[in-house]
């Protein structure tokens, strides 16, 4: 399961980011969510939406010994993580990255995206 961002539909809303760090931490911190929206004010005036990915080869996870499905699903990863993702996907704050781990199977930020920018992808 991956989540599929339509970056034309994001109005930059953030409402995606409070309710991650919401779910996550009992708190509104969008800081310590895992989703980050970029905007282009300057030149196309989009909204781009970052989380992970859900790669199939997860880069970010090059060179360590047995990571397994458990530590794939947290949602509190090393910083060391966040600096090996090719597509710049993970956030960090302080010493924790913040990774996307879907809710465990249940996206919040799906649900209160009213623009429809977030959708499932199988």
């Known amino acids: 399961m ?11 809303c953030h409402l995606c980011e409070m309710v991650c760090s919401l779910f996550h931490s009992g708190i509104i911190h969008i800081e310590k969510s895992a989703i980050r929206i970029q905007k282009d004010d300057l030149d196309t005036s989009l909204n781009t ?17 047995g990571v397994n499905t458990q530590e794939r699903k947290k949602f509190i990863w090393s910083p060391n993580r966040a600096e090996r993702c090719p597509f710049d996907a993970l956030t960090i704050l302080g010493e924790n990255a913040y990774h996307c781990n879907l809710c465990l199977g249940n996206p919040q930020c799906i649900k209160v995206c009213t623009t429809g920018a977030f959708t499932f992808s199988k």
Do not use: F, V, Y
């Open 49 to 65: 939406p970052l989380l992970c990915r859900q790669c199939k080869e997860m880069k970010c996870l090059d060179g360590e010994e």
């Open 2 to 12: 991956k989540i599929k961002i339509d970056s034309q539909k994001c109005s930059g």
